[in-house]
């Protein structure tokens, strides 16, 4: 093992943990703790690897040992704290973190804590109240002040809420977490209020972050930038990349139903079939949500996903779904596909091309004679044009529009039809779930 000599097994698990690394994190602390079984300090580095990693049951089992160890300290008893907020058990974290507070009332990682508690639970009151105190401990807390944010917005303050959230921006440097809270807090605002009312903090923002590639996209969005033909790939990455632990309950929370009406699909036109042998590719595969379904239908093939997010796909690696997972850009993975697939899928994939005529071009070329396409799209019912960048950072179309690219590209219209995608802002969100044939 490098460096053991010069460093003990705690920094090196630290500065692996720092790093990002960790599963190496986890690999130095119990190398320590077959020396040092009882330190407290290893205990705490692998449950907080194991946090990270989301095993907040294996992470709580070595805070408890550490605990046990040392009970007043208050680092172990913050780390016992989060996994009580991280599994929602607010009550227990209440009483925790009013315990800690009774020995250490400026104790801001509790303070923070208690208020993301009370932000959860909807009594935003309460949660500013101990922000509020953080703040006033620590102005430049990013944290705090990008729940301040939220909770202004939830209570219908603004102005207030927009000012905090480019105060957490700021006060992070521009971290990639901060700027994608700032991005929604701005496109929601604007749905409520009006975009009149957010552009101008838009424009600051863009001022203040003018390469950041976030920044960029998001108030394009903003301002429906007519000459946007596709997303920016990098913006797609970071924002699945930071929403990939959430995600599947944030869209449970959408009332997201693409993936069921795909497998309607699928089992209308695959469901009578005793044997089959299909070759299939799940583009923008996330989460594995519709690869689940596929399951079903793949019998001796293979079924391949590719999507921008790493953290997205480590998610889908754990349900053991697809033969391969790549990581990478769409049109580039279908680059050297020549007539090898039965079947592509795409679920809310389309949403981040404006410009769909290369993107079908490379999926015909790569599909067998015959091979189909299920996917979805979302509906342009705001304008007459063939489609555009909306607020939210998505692309929408017009029926002549993909009835025009799929004739140009070689497919025949299957099936269609009409479904809503998932619900924004309280609003449907329509589009339609589509089945085409490579002519």
């Not at 996994?83 to 973190?97: E, G």
């Not at 208690?114 to 509020?132: C, H, M, N, P, T």
């Not at 007459?384 to 002549?400: K, N, P, T």
Request: hydrophobic residues 40%; charged residues 25%.
């Amino acid at each position: 093992m490098e460096n053991t000599e010069q460093k003990d097994y705690h920094t090196l698990a630290l500065e692996a943990y720092h790093s990002g690394d960790y599963p190496r994190t986890i690999h130095y602390a119990l190398s320590g703790l077959k020396t040092v079984p009882n330190n407290a300090d290893l205990l705490c580095d692998c449950g907080s690897a194991y946090f990270m990693l989301g095993d907040y049951e294996k992470a709580e089992s070595y805070y408890r040992n550490a605990w046990t160890l040392v009970p007043n300290s208050e680092m172990v008893n913050i780390n016992l704290l989060n996994v009580d907020f991280a599994c929602k058990r607010y009550a227990a974290a209440i009483t925790k973190a009013n315990q800690i507070l009774k020995t250490n009332p400026d104790s801001i990682d509790t303070l923070l804590i208690l208020g993301a508690v009370y932000f959860e639970q909807g009594r935003y009151e309460d949660s500013k109240r101990y922000l509020e105190r953080v703040l006033n401990l620590n102005p430049d807390v990013f944290w705090a002040l990008n729940y301040m944010e939220q909770c202004s917005e939830k209570t219908g303050d603004y102005d207030k809420a927009l000012d905090y959230g480019f105060r957490a921006v700021k006060a992070s440097s521009g971290e990639d977490s901060q700027h994608i809270n700032y991005a929604y807090a701005l496109y929601e605002i604007g749905t409520a209020a009006g975009m009149e009312k957010v552009m101008p903090y838009a424009e600051q923002w863009l001022d203040s972050f003018p390469e950041n590639p976030i920044v960029k996209y998001a108030v394009a969005a903003l301002k429906n930038d007519v000459s946007a033909k596709i997303s920016d790939a990098s913006y797609i990455q970071k924002v699945f990349d930071y929403f990939a632990d959430s995600f599947e309950e944030s869209l449970r929370n959408l009332e997201y139903r693409v993936p069921e009406y795909i497998n309607a699909f699928l089992k209308r036109f695959y469901g009578w079939k005793i044997f089959r042998n299909l070759e299939i590719l799940d583009l923008g595969c996330g989460t594995g949500l519709v690869g689940e379904y596929l399951t079903g239908y793949v019998g001796k093939g293979h079924i391949y996903g590719v999507d921008l997010s790493a953290g997205m796909l480590k998610k889908a690696q754990q349900k053991n779904i697809y033969s391969k997972l790549f990581c990478g850009d769409i049109l580039h993975f279908l680059n050297d596909k020549i007539s090898c697939l039965d079947l592509i899928t795409a679920a809310d994939v389309f949403i981040y091309f404006g410009n769909l005529d290369s993107l079908f071009a490379k999926m015909n070329q790569a599909l067998k004679k015959g091979g189909r396409a299920i996917f979805s799209i979302s509906q342009n019912r705001i304008n007459e044009r063939d489609y555009f960048l909306h607020a939210s950072g998505r692309f929408v179309h017009s029926w002549g529009y993909i009835t025009h690219i799929l004739q140009r590209n070689g497919f025949r219209l299957e099936k269609v039809k009409e479904e809503i995608l998932r619900y924004e802002n309280g609003e449907p969100v329509f589009g339609w779930i589509i089945s085409v044939r490579k002519i």
